[in-house]
């Protein structure tokens, strides 16, 4: 059986590949996936905790798995929103390259 | 009753002045009337106050503890001679203005400026303080500008009352710091508190006494147009000729030497021992050598007067500065002497110049005598007068200086008689070339003799420069007269000698210029180095502007460089770098903006997790 930290351990290596692609990749849609991937690793930290503490009366503490479906919820209503977004845009600039999307000149 | 009459004739001028710039600039005739009248008055009280005894009146002005400085009057033997000669000549040049000026348009102007000089000329002679006298210094040097300036429209005449201005305030700044130096000597201001301290500070320190009167003596430098401060006196004659008798003969030109006694009469002669009487003595000497050889080859007749005052000037010094006995009333006595025959002197010039349709060059009139009779004896008067013919005034006052000189010094004794010399050589000159001889010029065949209102000032100027140097007239009117110790006998070997010097100056007058239609002299490489003035314009011009160009470099370096570029520049720099560095933030790239979000969070993340 896995430990604590070997749970927090793969959350946190996901939630940093979710950062990293976030911050690296080019295309809208890919930092979309990575922003849901650093979602899932929130997800992730939730349950794993959940899993190991026990609350009183030697009963699981539950909380967290509850918190992971409302997240699981609000993300899917964040995702409809986004892609929303993704295509208004994709209609406006007809570009989904973040480097094309800087109006700035600086 | 007396000090009342003190008071009025110091403040009436002002009066008269104040009414006529500011009310009736544009009424002359009314104006004119105003300052006549109040000089005639100053005239009438400085002869009341003649037979009055000594007193001296003052009103405190500003007090801040021990330190008090007053506004007074004295009146003693010294100012009382002073202002005959001051309202005396001032009351003669108000009535020859009159004919002079009448057809300026700017008369007001002028009667006004020449109360506003009446008033200054009053309060330095009769200031009880050194304070009190540097005010009424300044205010002599403003009206001085003021009536120089008269005719401002012509360029030179702005020009040489500027000068006028500027090298008497070089002066003035050496008089202040050296007023503030007596000061601190002598624990006062006032001239009457300062009698008798002179024997005391002397012993202490005799160094600082004698470099705080040499500082006082720049003030008398500027003033009485000493060398190297004398350049401004022969432009001055740009002003109108009653002025030039006025201010420039007469009565400015001595309030130097009348300081620089008042400073002896009143601190006791041992102020002026050691070096700082010799350098005093020998400027004096050598002013008055420079200026007669500058004036013997003058064309213009107001140079060659104008010259001829810085000569008789540098004898006043001269004799001040021996600070022998009795040196310095010998040196008064010539003032006062002085005073009359040169008023008369450049009053008989302004009549010449009238009457030549002002024409001023000499070599341009001629047979004058046959056409203006009475003006010509009395300049002839006027210049036997200064030549020291005897028994004229010019003669006594001369003697008594020669006599103080061979006593004390010898070298400036024969300095002095080789001026001598040259002062009946150039009168001479003058006399000849103006008045005898043939017309030369257009203006001179037409002239006439002057109207009445001019010759009265100048019978009145030629009766004084004849009985002023007998006793008993001298007695009664100069300032601070002293009996001379022996009576005049001709087998004295200084008269001899002055009277062998009197005749060499005629005689080589009259070979020289008798006859001639120009100068025979002129050129001479010596002599024209007299007539350019031994070119001290010139030195002074380049002076100033190597000075300035200095000055003017190293202020544009500081402004260009260290202010422009380092200060000013420096600041904008920095500004848009670091404008620059923020604008870097805001780069209008998304993933920039995440970045600087997530480095965010982790910071905070550590300060409150890991940093407690």
């Not at chain 1, 973040?98 to 700035?104: A, G, I, Q, R, Y």
């Not at chain 2, 003693?76 to 001051?86: N, P, Y």
């Not at chain 2, 720049?218 to 109108?240: F, I, N, R, T, Y």
């Not at chain 2, 300049?379 to 005034?393: C, N, Q």
Request: glycine share 8%; with cysteine; hydrophobic share 55%.
């Amino acid at each position: 059986m896995a430990s604590l930290q070997e749970y927090l351990f793969i959350s946190g290596l996901l939630f940093a590949i979710g950062l990293a692609g976030v911050l690296i990749r080019r295309n809208i849609i890919v930092i979309f996936m990575c922003l849901e991937l650093m979602l899932s690793a929130a997800n992730l930290t939730l349950v794993a905790f959940s899993r190991f503490n026990t609350g009183e009366n030697g009963l699981p503490d539950y909380n967290g798995q509850v918190l992971v479906f409302f997240i699981i919820t609000v993300a899917a209503a964040e995702v409809a929103v986004g892609l929303a977004i993704i295509v208004a845009l994709y209609r406006a600039r007809q570009t989904v390259d973040v480097k094309d999307l800087t109006s700035m000149r600086g | 009753m007396l000090e009342l009459l003190s008071w009025t004739m110091l403040l009436l001028p002002l009066c008269s002045a104040a009414v006529i710039q500011l009310l009736l600039r544009e009424m002359a005739d009314t104006a004119i009337r105003i300052s006549v009248g109040s000089v005639a008055a100053t005239f009438v009280i400085a002869l009341l106050l003649l037979e009055s005894e000594d007193r001296t009146l003052t009103v405190q002005w500003a007090n801040a503890g021990s330190f008090h400085i007053e506004i007074g009057l004295i009146i003693d033997d010294l100012s009382r001679g002073m202002m005959i000669v001051v309202t005396g000549v001032g009351l003669l040049v108000h009535l020859f203005s009159l004919a002079y000026m009448k057809e300026d348009e700017a008369r007001g102007r002028y009667f006004a400026g020449l109360s506003i000089f009446m008033f200054s000329m009053t309060g330095i002679v009769l200031a009880s303080n050194f304070i009190m006298m540097f005010i009424f210094w300044e205010l002599v040097g403003f009206s001085s500008y003021l009536l120089i300036g008269h005719w401002f429209q012509k360029d030179s005449a702005a020009e040489a009352a500027k000068k006028a201005f500027l090298v008497n305030r070089i002066g003035d700044f050496g008089f202040m710091i050296g007023i503030l130096m007596l000061w601190g000597i002598l624990g006062t201001f006032a001239f009457r508190e300062m009698a008798g301290s002179a024997t005391l500070l002397v012993d202490s320190n005799s160094t600082l006494t004698g470099i705080a009167v040499l500082l006082v003596f720049c003030g008398a430098l500027g003033k009485s147009a000493q060398v190297p401060l004398h350049v401004w006196l022969p432009d001055a004659m740009e002003g109108p000729t009653p002025v030039s008798a006025l201010i420039h003969a007469a009565t400015m030109v001595a309030a130097g030497v009348y300081m620089l006694f008042r400073l002896q009469f009143s601190a006791g002669i041992e102020i002026f021992e050691g070096f700082a009487g010799t350098t005093i003595a020998w400027v004096g000497g050598i002013t008055s050598l420079l200026a007669a050889l500058m004036a013997t080859q003058q064309d213009d007749i107001k140079r060659v007067l104008a010259y001829s005052t810085l000569s008789q000037l540098g004898y006043m010094v001269m004799a001040v500065g021996l600070a022998g006995d009795h040196s310095g009333e010998a040196g008064m006595f010539h003032l006062y002497t002085h005073a009359w025959f040169k008023a008369l002197l450049f009053l008989g010039s302004g009549a010449v110049i009238y009457a030549c349709h002002h024409e001023q060059n000499i070599w341009k009139m001629g047979g004058l005598f046959q056409r203006m009779r009475k003006t010509t004896i009395t300049f002839a008067i006027g210049t036997a007068a200064l030549m020291a013919i005897y028994p004229l005034s010019g003669f006594w006052s001369k003697e008594q200086i020669l006599e103080a000189a061979h006593h004390d010094q010898p070298v400036l004794f024969w300095l002095a008689i080789i001026v001598a010399t040259l002062t009946p050589f150039y009168m001479t000159r003058l006399f000849i070339v103006a008045f005898l001889g043939k017309s030369r010029g257009h203006g001179a065949q037409e002239a006439k003799e002057v109207p009445p209102i001019m010759l009265y000032p100048l019978f009145a100027l030629s009766c004084m420069s004849v009985i002023a140097g007998f006793t008993p007239v001298a007695e009664k009117l100069s300032p601070a007269f002293h009996h001379p110790s022996h009576s005049f006998s001709p087998t004295n070997p200084v008269f001899l000698i002055s009277l062998a010097a009197l005749l060499i100056g005629i005689s080589s007058g009259i070979l020289l210029y008798r006859g001639r239609d120009s100068d025979p002299l002129a050129g001479n490489r010596l002599f024209k180095v007299f007539r350019n003035k031994f070119y001290f314009d010139e030195a002074y011009l380049v002076l100033v502007r190597v000075f300035q160009n200095a000055v003017a470099v190293v202020v544009h370096f500081l402004d260009d460089f260290v202010i422009g570029n380092l200060i000013v520049g420096g600041l904008v720099r920095s500004a848009s770098g670091v404008g620059n560095l923020f604008r870097k933030l805001q780069s209008g790239n998304l993933q920039g903006y995440a970045f600087l979000f997530g480095a965010g969070i982790i910071l905070i993340i550590y300060l409150t997790v890991f940093a407690r």
